[in-house]
T-cell receptor
């Protein structure tokens, strides 16, 4: 009965490849997010979707393309992977509203070689 | 640039002591404040949220907010070795009206020694 799940958990790939990370939440939340946590553990928001619509895009390179087929799913596709993309990517979800708690998935550890 | 500042630590305290974690933020209009705990290799989990000035207590945890000073803190009483983790302060700035978007600090590592 995992609340926010991500696949895969680990992803090792070569520079230049294209990869996708999937996220699903079963909490009935309206809003989903992608965060990037770099090697210094700094957690920074990348995207936010509310009811399948993009509401936040924090100046992320356009090699990153989120897609939300429905409000329970938010996937992240990355084109032409670069070394600097190596990080842990967390998906999160919340109800709509500025006081709502965000619940995080387990993370996807991406290593670009 | 909206910023959230935390001392990176590590903050070392003996078991049973009070751990005090501090955070300052730059956006004066921020309305919601959260403390998340992150164990090594795990995802962040919510410890406390606070929205108005003053103290909010939940078990061994107390969050304190002072909007005039743009300061939020987390006190952990009777610290346990299991509290050893990185504590992330997160602030919801007034950027996207009505939507929750969090700006995180870089976290303070807490080490509780038995």
């Amino acid at each position: 009965d995992t609340a926010v799940s991500q696949t895969p958990k680990y992803l090792v790939t070569q520079m230049g490849n294209d990869k996708s990370i999937k996220c699903e939440q079963n909490l009935g939340h309206d809003t989903m997010y992608w965060y990037k946590q770099d090697s210094k553990k700094f957690l920074k928001i990348m995207f936010s979707y509310n009811n399948k619509e993009l509401i936040i895009n924090e100046t992320v390179p356009n090699r990153f393309s989120p897609k939300s087929p429905d409000k329970a799913h938010l996937n992240l596709h990355i084109n032409s992977l670069e070394l600097g993309d190596s990080a842990v990517y967390f998906c999160a979800s919340s109800q709509e509203g500025i006081q709502e708690t965000q619940y995080f998935g387990p993370g996807t550890r991406l290593l670009v070689l | 640039q909206k910023e959230v500042e935390q001392n990176s630590g590590p903050l070392s305290v003996p078991e049973g002591a009070i751990a005090s974690l501090n955070c300052t933020y730059s956006d004066r209009g921020s309305q919601s404040f959260f403390w998340y705990r992150q164990y090594s290799g795990k995802s962040p989990e919510l410890i406390m949220s606070i929205y108005s000035n003053g103290d909010k207590e939940d078990g061994r945890f107390t969050a304190q907010l002072n909007k005039a000073s743009q300061y939020v803190s987390l006190l952990i009483r009777d610290s346990q070795p299991s509290d050893s983790a990185t504590y992330l302060c997160a602030v919801n700035p007034v950027l996207y009206s009505g939507y929750s978007t969090l700006t995180f600090g870089k976290g303070t590592m807490l080490l509780v020694s038995p």
